[in-house]
């Protein structure tokens, strides 16, 4: 079991910051993967950024240049710094966790925080 615990969400400005954070603890020496993903309402869920534990980072193309995800093992926290945020980035950010099972991975979420971009 990994318990995920996400924060940092809240409501900014078009072109404004925020950091999110997700605190993980329980079975975490065999994550495979880290990750935030996003929905807005009326949408899929949908992948932002990944951080395998062998360094590897994957972007969504509508975040990349903007997004950065990192991850601070002393912590047991992974971020997403978000700069120059628009209104259509607005949905409930959570946070992802993927460890090895058979047959199949599997898939711990966050709760989920709501980040709204708005003037």
């Known amino acids: 079991q990994v318990q995920l615990v996400e924060s940092g969400g809240g409501l900014v400005q078009p072109g404004g910051s925020l950091r999110l954070s997700c605190a993980f603890s329980g079975s975490i020496f065999n994550i495979l993967v880290m990750g935030w993903y996003r929905q807005a309402p009326g949408k899929q869920r949908e992948p932002v950024a990944t951080?395998?534990?062998?360094?590897?980072?994957t972007y969504a193309d509508s975040v990349k240049g903007r997004f950065t995800i990192s991850r601070e093992n002393a912590k047991n926290t992974v971020y997403l710094q978000m700069n120059s945020l628009k209104p259509e980035d607005t949905a409930v950010y959570y946070c992802?966790?993927?460890?090895?099972?058979?047959?199949?991975?599997?898939?711990?979420w966050g709760q989920g925080t709501q980040v709204t971009v708005s003037s």
């Open positions: 992802n966790a993927v460890v090895p099972h058979v047959p199949t991975n599997l898939r711990y």
């Open positions: 951080l395998t534990t062998g360094g590897t980072l």
